[in-house]
């Protein structure tokens, strides 16, 4: 069965220092990987995904992830921290060809302070 | 395209009341999910249409749990009988099956339903 364990269900940065949210998979077959983004009361927003072909992942708002079969992670960052990138980003993983449902982490809370 | 809408937003109701949220996706996607999530928790699975067919449901959904999608378009997903236990955020997401590179599901802003 695939699972998605998240690293620190909390982490705090500064603003403009780097963002790093750790993401490993457990998945039987080629996984295909997703982060989201989760603002208070709101749904979510995907910020980038891995499917086939090239390993670095570029998103919105200047994320960035890595696809790493030999380390079962999918880890997401960002070079530069702002105040607007607060909220909670969940990693998921699907391994259904049809990308039928998502498998999610419990959450990382990212804490951005001036 | 003004993206997943649900409604109510919010709903709060008695225990063993019975409640229906509704979803309407994207309106070219054939595809339709309904997620469940718990504070402090990633969204769960529930159930999944393609098109008017629901073809997947998790074993979370109990019998008190029925979801439809008729002609394909709006879903509805009714909780009967409410326990304490049904208080979460009910997400749906729609995609769009067989358009290369555009699988990735959408979600709308959630339902929020509090059982008293």
């Known amino acids: 069965a695939q699972s998605v364990t998240q690293l620190g269900s909390h982490v705090s940065v500064s603003e403009g220092a780097l963002v790093l949210l750790r993401c490993n998979y457990s998945s039987s077959v080629p996984p295909y990987l997703f982060w989201y983004v989760q603002y208070p009361n709101q749904g979510l927003q995907l910020l980038l995904k891995?499917?086939?072909?090239?390993?670095l992942v570029k998103g919105i708002n200047g994320f960035e992830a890595e696809f790493k079969k030999s380390e079962t992670s999918f880890h997401l960052t960002k070079p530069s921290a702002h105040m607007s990138d607060a909220a909670e980003y969940f990693c998921?993983?699907?391994?259904?060809?049809?990308?039928?449902?998502?498998?999610f982490g419990t959450g990382t809370r990212l804490l951005v302070s001036p | 395209d003004t993206g997943v809408s649900q409604n109510p937003r919010h709903k709060i109701t008695k225990r063993g009341q019975n409640v229906t949220f509704r979803c309407d996706p994207i309106?070219?996607?054939?595809?339709l999910y309904w997620y469940r999530q718990t504070l402090g928790q990633g969204p769960e699975f529930l159930t999944y249409?393609?098109?008017?067919?629901?073809?997947?449901k998790s074993r979370l959904l109990s019998d008190r749990f029925s979801a439809e999608r008729p002609k394909g378009s709006f879903s509805t997903l009714e909780i009967q009988r409410t326990e304490q236990g049904d208080s979460a955020m009910y997400l749906c997401a729609s995609s769009l099956d067989g358009a290369a590179g555009t699988y990735e599901q959408y979600f709308g802003p959630g339902t929020r339903l509090t059982v008293t």
């Open positions: 249409f393609q098109n008017e067919a629901q073809l997947e």
């Open positions: 998921a993983v699907s391994e259904d060809t049809g990308f039928q449902k998502l498998v």
């Open positions: 309106s070219e996607h054939n595809r």
């Open positions: 891995y499917t086939t072909g090239a390993t």
